[in-house]
């Protein structure tokens, strides 16, 4: 596993981006707290929404244009 983490590409990146001065730490801490913020508000959502019925678990699965 360890062998694998250092070949991780979005770490490389944020090393990346850090080294060439677009990311700051403070800046990645803010970008992590955001991302945070935005999959618990998501999963809120989800978790207090209603399961859609049944009969239409086989529609818009790939995209809404698709037609069965």
């Known amino acids: 596993f360890e062998e694998w983490k250092k070949k991780d590409p979005v770490e490389k ?11 700051t730490e403070q800046g ?13 508000a998501a999963a809120k959502q989800a978790e207090e929404s209603p399961f859609a019925p049944g009969e239409d678990a086989p ?9 069965s």
Do not use: C, N, P
């Open 13 to 23: 990146f944020g090393k990346w981006l850090a080294k060439e001065g677009f990311l």
């Open 28 to 40: 990645k801490t803010r970008m992590i707290e955001e991302i945070r913020s935005a999959i618990d």
């Open 59 to 67: 529609t818009e699965v790939y995209s809404s244009g698709v037609r």
